[in-house]
């Protein structure tokens, strides 16, 4: 009778990616509404990317990035220091037995994405890319 685990899998299970994106939505749902009463988040508008659950589901990793990448450091600072608070909501809108707690981090996926497109763009890999395909060179042996 099969557990419906695949231990062969490396990553997340079907679990904790709905857990995840559950917790995502209801995170944002938290921010947006302003619940929170610190002078950093207060005019902040901050985008909840992803959240990662751990698989005993007791911590979660929000990937977190303000408006335009400004004050990265002091929003997700804040978002740490409010974490009861956040949790304490979170109860309200998440039908969970106990809501994990959170780690904050920064989104770098779109400086990830800045970095690919800076490496396809240069001109080296340009010339490689746009070559024609060539038949490859016979060998000394043939």
Known sequence: MSTGHDHTSKGPSKRQLRVGEL???AL???IMRGGLHDPELAHAVITVAEVRV???LGVATAYVLPLGGQNTKEVIAALSRNQGEIRHQLTRLVDMKFIPTFRFLPDETFDQ???TRRLLNDERVRRDVEAPDAPPE???DE
């Open 113 to 115: 994405m800045d970095k």
């Open 54 to 56: 751990s698989p005993d």
């Open 28 to 30: 944002s749902d938290v």
């Open 138 to 140: 016979p060998s000394e």
């Open 23 to 25: 917790l995502r939505r």
